[in-house]
């Protein structure tokens, strides 16, 4: 049997654990299958009764009737070792899935993930797939399977649609189910994931690609447990035309005091997966509001792929009302237009009648001037939604969208607007954080093809280097670094023409300049033999001198490397210098990248319009820029990526060329 019909349209259920008390969670299951028309066979497991709400218990799964193959899906929510006892009978009785309730797993310590580790490992043996644990369950709501703890399946019907939901938080299944049929979005099918020990959220995004029952998916996230799988899935879902929606919890700055380097600290987890959701595809929103409130908005489009500034015309029958919207959506970079107009909204305030309404908005969803419309709509929404919304249901379909702020509180017009697809919103924050994550959203990015690179040999395979040893890795990727050579005592000869600056060579010294290891300008050789002795007396652990030509250009870029935690290699390129950490002024894409797509981020960084030509000044040689971070993003194909972290600070960008002149590389452990 496929998964998808194990898990959503089980032929028969059985409950472990089903409660007779009908006002304990556990014996929510059997009521809301029962209330919702589940169609198949309930049998409820329950040792201690021979009848559980009126229907016919039996004391174990394994003395439940039916021959094997008969029960598709099991539902454990019985405590302690129960879950491993009914995970051997699904074994032996064919069962292909089971989820699971309990907690008692990850969720408990070392002691619990090692007992989850157990009961995955056994499962596969056993060839039985499992949700959970710490699931609340599945809900198919075309095919009426409530397989639930989750109390929101009391209300009396459940709202059909073509919107599905996988949420690694059971309770906020609940939540957006609720929130949603109060805003007139109907639903397909919705999955608790829990711990995520066996099935996670790229398999079920897998099986909602191939859902006819769905067009839009919508991810609630803690964390993000298989990026690859993920990614792949919302591929898949891309090309089946099915836009996946994510909201992820975290976008604090907890965990980035853990990065070694200036890439670390400028671009943490959360960035990373910013960079993530747009190379896959997957639209990320900021609000939970705006989770459900986007839907109409992608559904039965494709990503507008904008490389420029979105631009939004905006119609409005309160001026103050669309003002709290375009004030948020300036904030965005969304730029407001009004074909025709000297003012940045198109005002109908008393002016025009719902057949003018009605044209103007026709007009604009046609013009080449914008990239969407909006419409925002005062007070007569709520209790006039003939004179205020109307005139917006009227109005052609295009390609392009349409979005609709109400100012007052307005369900009759909200559900009208929800009726004919059209994305509503409650709050000028919502309204304007959909339409950012929808002009931000983008196709699923085509890895450049790259050849492998290689560390050389002599480099160490753990800890950090010290930066003649990053040196000869930049250089050996292709990247131009700065003449160099190591000066060692009683006389520290070398033959870098003056004048040079003089490092400590140390792999335990992180931040030099902090550390009094970096003496720059040295013009002679009895400066230099001053300056050495002084700073080594300051640094007494260092293997040698690093001295190197000084360097000069028209400014400093940082080009970091990072294998993120979570979604694997990235590649950021900002302005660099000691105060990188302080500007955070940078582009970031997971890696590898190509030399166009690096070129890109080059120009998504403002304190980079210096080497553009900005206002007359001298371009600095963005294509040399563009090479050395496609050059770096080439540590994610070495094989293994046994580097952590690498990082040229700077990276002088001069006329011609560019130089490496600082670098920290740091491999895993």
């Not at 908005?297 to 103050?320: I, Q, S, W, Y």
């Not at 960084?605 to 770096?632: E, F, H, M, N, S």
């Amino acid at each position: 049997m496929k998964l998808a019909q194990a898990l959503f349209a089980p032929r028969a259920v059985a409950l472990v654990g089903a409660s007779g008390d009908a006002a304990k969670n556990t014996a929510r299951p059997q009521r809301f299958l029962k209330k919702h028309g589940y169609p198949g066979r309930i049998l409820p497991i329950n040792p201690a009764r021979a009848e559980v709400l009126g229907e016919r218990a039996w004391t174990s799964l394994a003395e439940a009737p039916g021959e094997i193959g008969e029960i598709d899906h099991v539902f454990v929510m019985a405590p302690g070792e129960a879950v491993e006892q009914a995970l051997e009978d699904c074994g032996k009785r064919g069962i292909p899935v089971m989820s699971i309730f309990t907690d008692g797993f990850a969720d408990a310590g070392e002691a619990g993930m090692a007992r989850q580790v157990r009961l995955v490992v056994r499962a596969r043996e056993l060839g039985v797939r499992i949700l959970g644990p710490n699931s609340m369950g599945v809900v198919d709501v075309p095919g009426r399977t409530a397989l639930t703890v989750n109390a929101v399946l009391e209300m009396d019907a459940l709202p059909a649609g073509s919107t599905s939901v996988v949420s690694q938080s059971g309770t906020m299944l609940g939540t957006l189910l609720s929130r949603g049929a109060a805003r007139g979005l109907g639903f397909a099918k919705l999955v608790s994931l829990g711990n995520e020990a066996d099935i996670g959220a790229g398999e079920l995004v897998d099986l909602l690609a191939e859902d006819a029952d769905t067009q839009v998916i919508l991810l609630f996230l803690e964390t993000v447990r298989d990026a690859a799988r993920l990614a792949g899935a919302a591929r898949r879902a891309h090309a089946a035309d099915k836009p996946v929606v994510a909201y992820k919890l975290g976008r604090s700055q907890l965990g980035i005091a853990l990065a070694r380097s200036h890439t670390g600290a400028l671009a943490g987890t959360d960035a990373a997966l910013d960079a993530y959701f747009r190379d896959c595809g997957i639209v990320r929103v900021d609000m939970l509001e705006t989770l459900l409130e986007i839907v109409p908005l992608v559904a039965r489009r494709k990503p507008p792929d904008l490389e420029r500034a979105a631009r939004v015309a905006v119609v409005t029958t309160t001026g103050g009302g669309a003002a709290s919207v375009v004030d948020r959506l300036g904030m965005f970079g969304i730029e407001t237009v009004a074909p025709n107009s000297k003012s940045p909204i198109i005002d109908l305030t008393m002016a025009a009648t719902a057949e003018q309404y009605t044209a103007v908005l026709d007009e604009l969803l046609e013009s080449p001037e914008c990239d969407g419309v909006l419409a925002v709509v005062g007070s007569s929404a709520q209790f006039h939604p003939q004179l205020a919304v109307e005139p917006i249901v009227r109005s052609k379909k295009s390609a392009k969208p349409l979005a609709v702020f109400l100012t007052p509180h307005a369900e009759r017009s909200l559900a009208l607007l929800a009726e004919r697809g059209i994305a509503a919103f409650r709050t000028p924050e919502a309204c304007a954080d959909a339409l950012a994550a929808y002009f931000g959203w983008r196709s699923p990015r085509a890895r450049p093809p790259a050849a492998p690179a290689e560390l050389p040999r002599d480099l160490p395979r753990q800890g950090r280097l010290d930066e003649a040893q990053a040196l000869k890795l930049f250089a050996s990727l292709g990247i131009p670094v700065a003449e160099h050579a190591i000066a060692q005592p009683p006389g520290y000869a070398h033959a870098v023409p003056y004048p040079v600056a003089a490092k400590a060579l140390s792999a335990d010294i992180l931040h030099k300049t902090e550390a009094g290891a970096v003496c720059l300008g040295i013009a002679g050789l009895a400066e230099f033999q001053r300056k050495v002795r002084a700073m080594l007396e300051r640094v007494p652990a260092a293997r040698g001198v690093l001295v190197q030509k000084m360097e000069s250009g028209l400014a400093e870029a940082i080009v970091g490397y990072r294998d993120d935690p979570v979604v694997g290699p990235t590649v950021l390129v900002g302005v660099g210098g000691t105060l990188a950490e302080i500007y955070k002024d940078y582009a970031l894409r997971l890696a590898p990248v190509g030399e166009e797509e690096a070129a890109a981020m080059a120009a998504e960084v403002k304190g980079l319009a210096t080497v553009r030509g900005y206002r007359g000044l001298p371009p600095g040689d963005l294509r040399a820029l563009a090479k050395a971070v496609a050059a770096l993003s080439r540590l994610a194909l070495i094989a293994g990526q046994p580097v952590a972290e690498a990082e040229i600070n700077p990276l002088i960008v001069k006329r011609e060329g560019v130089v490496a002149v600082d670098g920290l590389v740091v491999m895993k452990e």
